[in-house]
C-alpha cells in the first residue's frame, strides 16, 4: 500500500480546490493506497509567514512528506501561480523534501489563461525539490466543480473523466493498480 500526502493549497476553508482534492482523496483510498489529507491553511500563520522551522506545525508536515511514498499538490491558480500559502510551506521545506517521490500536481482556476500555471510555476519548484517523478498535472475550471451546501461535490463529466485518467497515471507511477483497471 502506497501512501499518499494530499496537500491543498488553498487559502479557503470553502474553496473548490480542497473540496476537489478531498473527492480525490477518496477514489485514491477506495484503491489502496493509504491517504493522508493536509490543509495547508492549517497551519498557523505565524509559522508559515515567521519561517519558523522548528513549530510543532512544520515540523508534522515535514515528517508528513518524508513518510509518503507520493504527494498530490492542489492549488488555486491566483495571478498566473499557485498559491501564497502553499509557496509559504515549500519554502519551509527541506530542499529535497519530494526527493524520491511520485508527485501529481493539480490546479483549479477560473478561465483557462490559467492552464499553464503547472507547466510554468508549479512543476519546476516541485522539480527543484528533488520529485523523482512529476506524472502529468491537471487543470481544472472553477465551472466544472460544484459544492453543495450538504458538503457534497459535483464535477462535470468530462472534468471527471479527465481526472480519473491522472489518478490513473499516478497510481500506476506508485506501483499500485491502476484506477481504471481497478474499477472495472
Request: aromatic share 6%.
Given at each position: 500500500m502506497a501512501t499518499v500526502l494530499s496537500v491543498s493549497g488553498s487559502p479557503s476553508a470553502s474553496s473548490r480546490t480542497g473540496k476537489l482534492l478531498r473527492h480525490l482523496d477518496a477514489?485514491?483510498?477506495?484503491?489502496?493506497?493509504?491517504?493522508?489529507?493536509?490543509?495547508?491553511?492549517?497551519?498557523?500563520?505565524?509559522?508559515?509567514?515567521?519561517?519558523?522551522?522548528?513549530?510543532?506545525?512544520?515540523?508534522?508536515?515535514?515528517?508528513?512528506?518524508?513518510?509518503?511514498?507520493?504527494?498530490?499538490?492542489?492549488?488555486?491558480?491566483?495571478?498566473?501561480?499557485?498559491?501564497?500559502?502553499?509557496?509559504?510551506?515549500?519554502?519551509?521545506?527541506?530542499?529535497?523534501?519530494?526527493?524520491?517521490?511520485?508527485?501529481?500536481?493539480?490546479?483549479?482556476?477560473?478561465?483557462t489563461a490559467h492552464v499553464l500555471a503547472i507547466d510554468y510555476a508549479l512543476r519546476p519548484v516541485l522539480s527543484s525539490m528533488g520529485a523523482a517523478h512529476i506524472v502529468q498535472g491537471w487543470f481544472t475550471l472553477d465551472k466544472d466543480i460544484t459544492a453543495h451546501d450538504d458538503g457534497s461535490l459535483t464535477v462535470t463529466p468530462t472534468a471527471i473523466e479527465a481526472l480519473t485518467q491522472v489518478l490513473d497515471q499516478f497510481s500506476t507511477a506508485l506501483g499500485r493498480t491502476p484506477v481504471l483497471a481497478a474499477a472495472g
Open positions: 477514489r485514491l483510498a477506495a484503491h489502496g493506497h493509504e491517504v493522508i489529507p493536509l490543509d495547508v491553511r492549517t497551519i498557523p500563520a505565524e509559522a508559515l509567514l515567521g519561517a519558523d522551522f522548528r513549530h510543532p506545525a512544520i515540523v508534522e508536515a515535514t515528517e508528513l512528506f518524508a513518510r509518503a511514498d507520493g504527494v498530490v499538490i492542489g492549488t488555486p491558480v491566483y495571478k498566473a501561480a499557485y498559491s501564497g500559502v502553499l509557496k509559504a510551506l515549500l519554502d519551509l521545506l527541506p530542499q529535497y523534501a519530494l526527493a524520491g517521490k511520485t508527485v501529481l500536481p493539480l490546479a483549479t482556476g477560473g478561465t
